[in-house]
C-alpha cells in the first residue's frame, strides 16, 4: 500500500490493525504506526482523555477489537481526503465482507457523523443501518 498514493474504492489488505476505540485505530506499514478514523461513524467515547467514558462507549470499544481479531480486515479509502485534520487516515473498514460501520451502526453502538462531500459514498446505507438501530430502541 503507497500511502502517498491510495487506491480509492479498492479493499486494502491490513494484516495488523489495532483498536484505539470504537471508531479509531492504529495500523502498521514499515514497522510504523498510522492512525485511522472510521468514515462517517462515530462511537461513544472510551478513551478520551479529560472525558469520562460514555454510556456505551465500552461496548462500542469492545465490539470493534473483538471484529478486529480476525485477519481478514480490509480498508477502502472514498473519493474525497484521505487524511483528516489530527493527521488520521479516513476509511471503511471491512471484515471480510462486512462493514464495520455497519455492524457498529445497526447494533446502536454508534450514529452516522461528520459527513463530508467526497467522504460519503455509503451515506445512505450508513442511515439505513442507524435506522434499524433506531426502531429496535437499540443504543
Known amino acids: 500500500?503507497?500511502?502517498?498514493d491510495l487506491p480509492r474504492f479498492e479493499k486494502i489488505h491490513v494484516s495488523h490493525i489495532r483498536s484505539v476505540d470504537g471508531d479509531t485505530f492504529a495500523f502498521y506499514k514499515d514497522d510504523q504506526e498510522y492512525r485511522l478514523r472510521l468514515l462517517m461513524v462515530d462511537t461513544p467515547e472510551?478513551?478520551?482523555?479529560?472525558?469520562?467514558?460514555?454510556?456505551y462507549g465500552k461496548e462500542?470499544?469492545?465490539f470493534t477489537e473483538e471484529q478486529l481479531v480476525n485477519n481478514n480486515v480490509y480498508l477502502v479509502f472514498d473519493e474525497g481526503e484521505p487524511i483528516d485534520n489530527y493527521g488520521r487516515f479516513l476509511a471503511y473498514v471491512y471484515v471480510g465482507e462486512?462493514?464495520?460501520?455497519?455492524?457498529?451502526?445497526?447494533?446502536g453502538l454508534g450514529v452516522v457523523r461528520y459527513v463530508n462531500t467526497g467522504g460519503d459514498s455509503f451515506v445512505e446505507e450508513f442511515l439505513a443501518a442507524q435506522k434499524i438501530a433506531q426502531d429496535q430502541n437499540l443504543g
Do not use: F, I, T, W
Not at 500500500?1 to 502517498?4: E, P, S
Not at 472510551?46 to 454510556?55: A, F, Y
Not at 462486512?98 to 447494533?107: F, H, P
Open 46 to 55: 472510551s478513551v478520551k482523555q479529560g472525558l469520562s467514558v460514555q454510556p
Open 98 to 107: 462486512n462493514s464495520l460501520q455497519e455492524q457498529l451502526l445497526e447494533k
Open 60 to 62: 462500542a470499544s469492545e
Open 1 to 4: 500500500m503507497d500511502l502517498d
